[in-house]
């Protein structure tokens, strides 16, 4: 085997494990989020996204590039959270063509909420990924001892 094919084979195992973990992680927070407040992850992320660009209003097309997701699953997420009151769609003062989102002060207090959950549910998710015999070793080489 040459030294290329080994790093490849390398590359692709640490993108494995990273799917792995990632995965693991994502479902127990997406269960906890579900369960405590009816939010979902992506509806989390995408709240937690526009609150980090704030005073700035964020344009759907940057808020989507942000979240990785396509421009279709991000209307369905901002038509979710808008129905629920937590964030509101405008038109941008500085390009009437583009709409931005923002936070409402709903969604900025619910979003406090929901992150005291999150960072206590994620927490627990590498506790428990860190005693799993499949994710405990990759996880023991990324992440410094706590």
């Known amino acids: 085997m040459t030294t290329e094919s080994r790093k490849r084979e390398s590359d692709t195992e640490v993108w494995w494990q990273l799917s792995r973990l990632s995965g693991y992680i994502s479902q127990l927070l997406e269960r906890k989020l579900m369960r405590a407040h009816g939010v979902g992850l992506t509806d ?39 129905r629920g009151g937590l964030v509101e769609r405008l038109n941008s003062e500085h390009d009437r063509r583009c709409i931005v989102i923002q936070l409402t002060d709903t969604g900025n207090q619910q979003l406090d909420v929901y992150s005291e959950t999150f960072h206590r549910e994620l927490h627990t998710a590498f506790e428990m990924a860190a005693i799993s015999p499949t994710l405990a070793p990759f996880l023991a080489r990324i992440r410094p001892e706590q």
Do not use: H, K
């Open 44 to 82: 989390f992320v995408a709240l937690s996204t526009i609150r980090q660009a704030y005073p700035n209003a964020l344009q759907m097309q940057e808020l989507a590039e942000e979240m990785g997701v396509n421009q279709s699953t991000l209307s369905r997420v901002a038509s979710r959270l808008e």
